[in-house]
């Protein structure tokens, strides 16, 4: 969790250090036009393509067991992938949405919830060094948390 916090870090600096105050929300947007940036953009299709899936298996399984009785349906995973794709494509501000949800709910999950769930389980093992560092932990998260929430509902309502 460190090393990739590290690295979304140097990321988000080296972007911000390279462009100035012209750093967009979206940091491909930086890149031009150009041959580098249709390649940028080619790979992340790449990615998306192959990682789309694997983000949608829980869903698609939910819902399955739901309406299908736990059974394979293309129709329904079709039109999940309709559903999805609607959204990010009609959504106005979109990626003002993702802000939000990245900051919100996703630094919850990274942060806040695997440490309270590390204490829950091994806090009869653990010493007061351990339960400092997932306190930690859990604070660090809640003090982003609150603080990206409120810089993206910030640039939410601030939008025309």
């Known amino acids: 969790m460190l090393l990739i916090s590290l690295l979304y870090a ?92 990245g900051s919100s709910i996703c630094v919850i999950l990274s942060f806040v919830l695997p440490a309270m769930f590390h204490y829950l389980v091994f806090r009869e093992e653990m010493s007061w060094r351990f339960i400092g560092w997932d306190g930690a932990v859990v604070v660090f998260g809640l003090v982003i948390a609150v603080t990206g929430t409120w810089f993206s509902l910030m640039d939410i309502l601030s939008c025309p």
């Not at 580098?36 to 829980?58: K, R």
Request: proline share 3%.
């Open 10 to 101: 140097a990321f988000g600096a080296l972007g911000y250090l390279a462009f100035g105050e012209e750093t967009q929300g979206i940091i491909t947007t930086n890149l031009g036009q150009g041959v580098i940036s249709a390649l940028v953009q080619l790979g992340l299709c790449i990615n998306l393509f192959f990682t789309f899936p694997l983000m949608m298996n829980p869903v698609y399984e939910v819902v399955e067991r739901r309406l299908c009785d736990s059974k394979y349906c293309l129709w329904l995973r079709w039109l999940l992938v309709l559903g999805v794709s609607l959204v990010a494509l009609l959504v106005p501000n979109f990626a003002d949405f993702l802000s939000l949800v």
